[in-house]
């Protein structure tokens, strides 16, 4: 048999970062020095690598000597170790109003997965796919995230099915915290699914359904929200385009929530958001790319506001 070494295709940094995850769990375990089949070293290149490459976890481990059974389990330690340090959802909101962001921007993602024999009862009452989305018509996990202005991801929520609704989801995971950062002027923007979300979750209004034309106030409204709203697109494209992993998942639906929440710590830490990076390079600063895009001032959305309130729209 031959052996390909792999190629992550991440910095040195990165690498050095998750391997000291794991190795700090070992410790923590008593682990002793040489009983493991991997290093942390290795262990973190063959969780990037799969992360990276979205190839089959054991076809990764067979090249770097080690079982099929071993190759998972070590998977599943790095995803763990990982996603114990994605940020709490109320920590990710506090650093927001620290920062003095005008809005975050909520949005969710159908993850894609195999089929699944989970049944459930649609509010008709006819047995459905409880995991198959209407909106992707595929399977998968919905997971809720809340970005930046500028669209970069701060948040992931727990993974439900993916027949459950955006604003459902939102509902469960997301809504009360947001409306609760409303009061202290941070708004919420999300797109014309989460209509009726609540107070201080701002949405697009639909068109009618009888086609008619918008009113003036609510067609302005419509365009003041949307170009603040838009850049939310950028937070899961930049999850799932620098971890393909997130474009389907292979391996058991209850691992979305850990593996997703693991794909944003490493692109937190890679883009110098996250505070573990702040931790290695004390008094430091790096060129960002979640500060390239400049925050909206707080009037503009106040603005927007009081322009309209002569004919608020049904959703304000």
Same mark, same amino acid.
């Given at each position: *048999?031959?052996?390909?070494?792999?190629?992550?295709g991440?910095? +040195?940094?990165?690498?050095?970062?998750? &391997?000291?995850?794991?190795?700090? #769990? =070992?410790? +923590?375990?008593?682990?002793?020095?040489? !009983?493991?089949? /991997?290093?942390?070293?290795k262990?973190?290149?063959?969780?990037?690598?799969?992360?990276?490459e979205?190839?089959?976890?054991?076809l990764?481990?067979?090249?770097?000597g080690?079982?099929?059974?071993?190759?998972?389990?070590?998977?599943? #330690?790095?995803?763990?170790?990982?996603? !114990?340090? !994605?940020?709490?959802?109320?920590?990710?909101?506090?650093?927001?109003?620290?920062?003095?962001?005008?809005?975050?921007?909520?949005?969710?993602?159908?993850?894609?997965? $195999?089929? /699944?024999?989970?049944?459930?009862?649609?509010?008709?009452?006819t047995?459905?796919?409880?995991?198959?989305?209407?909106?992707?018509?595929?399977?998968?996990?919905?997971i809720? @995230?809340? *970005?930046?202005?500028?669209?970069?991801?701060?948040?992931?929520? #727990?993974?439900?099915?993916?027949?459950?609704? $955006?604003?459902?989801? &939102?509902?469960?995971?997301?809504?009360?915290?947001?409306?609760?950062?409303?009061?202290?002027? *941070?708004a919420?923007?999300?797109?014309?699914?989460?209509?009726?979300?609540?107070?201080?979750?701002?949405?697009?209004?639909?068109?009618? &359904?009888?086609?008619?034309?918008? $009113?003036?106030?609510?067609?302005?409204?419509?365009?003041?929200?949307?170009?603040?709203?838009? %850049?939310?697109?950028?937070?899961? @494209?930049?999850?799932?385009?620098?971890?393909?992993? /997130?474009r389907?998942? *292979?391996?058991s639906?209850?691992?979305?929530?850990?593996?997703?929440? +693991?794909?944003?710590?490493?692109?937190?830490?890679?883009?110098?958001?996250?505070?573990c990076?702040?931790?290695?390079? %004390?008094?430091?600063?790096?060129c =960002?790319v979640?500060?390239?895009?400049?925050?909206?001032k707080?009037?503009?959305? !106040?603005?927007?506001?009081?322009?309209t309130?002569?004919?608020?729209?049904?959703?304000?």
């Amino acid at each position: *048999m031959i052996a390909c070494p792999a190629m992550p295709g991440v910095p +040195a940094e990165l690498v050095s970062f998750l &391997a000291e995850l794991p190795a700090a #769990e =070992r410790r +923590a375990r008593g682990t002793r020095t040489g !009983a493991r089949a /991997l290093t942390c070293d290795k262990q973190a290149i063959f969780a990037l690598v799969w992360f990276r490459e979205r190839r089959d976890g054991a076809l990764i481990g067979r090249g770097l000597g080690i079982s099929q059974a071993t190759a998972y389990r070590y998977l599943d #330690e790095a995803i763990d170790v990982l996603a !114990a340090r !994605a940020p709490d959802l109320y920590e990710a909101l506090q650093r927001g109003h620290d920062e003095g962001w005008s809005h975050v921007i909520l949005d969710g993602k159908i993850v894609a997965t $195999d089929r /699944l024999p989970v049944k459930t009862a649609s509010t008709k009452g006819t047995t459905i796919d409880a995991w198959y989305s209407g909106k992707t018509r595929d399977f998968g996990g919905n997971i809720q @995230a809340v *970005m930046r202005p500028g669209g970069f991801p701060v948040w992931i929520s #727990e993974a439900g099915p993916g027949g459950v609704h $955006d604003l459902t989801a &939102a509902r469960e995971h997301v809504l009360g915290a947001l409306c609760a950062a409303a009061g202290p002027g *941070m708004a919420t923007l999300a797109d014309p699914g989460y209509e009726g979300a609540g107070i201080g979750v701002h949405t697009p209004v639909k068109q009618p &359904a009888d086609r008619s034309e918008l $009113d003036i106030n609510t067609r302005t409204r419509n365009t003041l929200l949307r170009p603040l709203r838009c %850049p939310g697109e950028r937070g899961f @494209a930049l999850l799932a385009g620098r971890w393909p992993t /997130l474009r389907h998942i *292979m391996v058991s639906p209850r691992k979305i929530t850990k593996i997703a929440r +693991a794909a944003l710590v490493l692109t937190q830490f890679e883009h110098g958001y996250h505070a573990c990076w702040a931790e290695r390079h %004390p008094g430091q600063k790096r060129c =960002r790319v979640w500060e390239n895009v400049p925050l909206p001032k707080a009037r503009t959305l !106040a603005g927007a506001t009081a322009n309209t309130s002569a004919s608020p729209p049904p959703s304000w």
